[in-house]
């Protein structure tokens, strides 16, 4: 099994709103990372989880709570956010280690109104 | 300050021919390149790496360079099919953060039938 995936696939919330993001691998991978991506542009890091534990938080703003419940889980939780916030959000998993690809999932089309 | 550049923003080839992509970086601690291929909606799927003991990897139709005293690399695809139009990503990593990955703003690959 080499796939991560993610859901829901599509998400709209209002600004007062609270929902989470969902990931899942299942290929043994100790590193899980959450970025953010707009149209035309690269992925932006978000947030990088290594052994289960935050080992990068990229000043992402409190509205985005992370949380890894255990090595093949991985939660984005959103709370009061702002359209601004809407965009692609991809989960994505490795082998930690110097060398080895990330796997990305499909990701959430989050739209924020 | 964009530590990985992705100078052309598109690039459109005919079928048939040989697509090269470029990508430079400025940290020289890098040392782990990737190429990423990306469709809309969809997350990057991993096309190819190099580390930095290397200056050429193959795999199949895509051959990926690296030159380390221009910190240049390059992706060349022959021979270009119509599938392979999609955005390209390149992607870095260093020996002090092996976790984290900086990206190239990306191309955008067309190839004309």
């Known amino acids: 099994d080499t796939e991560v995936t993610q859901t829901p696939k599509h998400l709209v919330m209002g600004m007062t709103n609270k929902k989470s993001l969902k990931c899942e691998q299942h290929?043994?991978?100790?590193?899980m990372y959450w970025y953010k991506q707009k149209a035309k542009k690269p992925p932006e890091l978000m947030f990088v989880?290594?052994?289960?534990?935050?080992?990068i938080n990229e000043s992402v703003p409190s509205r985005f709570s992370p949380e890894c419940p255990n090595s093949s889980l991985l939660n984005l939780h959103l709370h009061a956010l702002q359209p601004e916030d809407s965009a692609l959000y991809l989960c994505?998993?490795?082998?930690?280690?110097?060398?080895?690809?990330?796997?990305f999932g499909p990701g959430t089309r989050l739209t924020v109104t | 300050d964009q530590q990985v550049k992705q100078n052309s923003p598109s690039l459109s080839v005919q079928e048939g021919r040989i697509s090269i992509l470029n990508c430079d970086y400025t940290?020289?601690?890098?040392?782990?390149f990737l190429w990423y291929k990306k469709y809309p909606a969809e997350g990057p799927t991993f096309l190819i790496s190099?580390?930095?003991?290397?200056d050429k990897n193959e795999d199949g139709r895509f051959t990926v360079f690296l030159n380390k005293s221009a910190k240049h690399l390059s992706l060349h695809i022959v021979p270009s099919q119509p599938g392979d139009s999609a955005v390209y990503f390149c992607a870095a990593s260093g020996v002090y953060n092996f976790n984290k990955f900086y990206f190239g703003s990306g191309t955008k690959l067309n190839v004309k039938p």
């Open positions: 290929m043994g991978h100790r590193a």
């Open positions: 989880y290594s052994y289960e534990k935050l080992s």
């Open positions: 994505a998993s490795r082998l930690t280690g110097p060398q080895g690809e990330q796997y």
């Open positions: 190099i580390s930095s003991i290397k």
């Open positions: 940290n020289s601690m890098f040392d782990y």
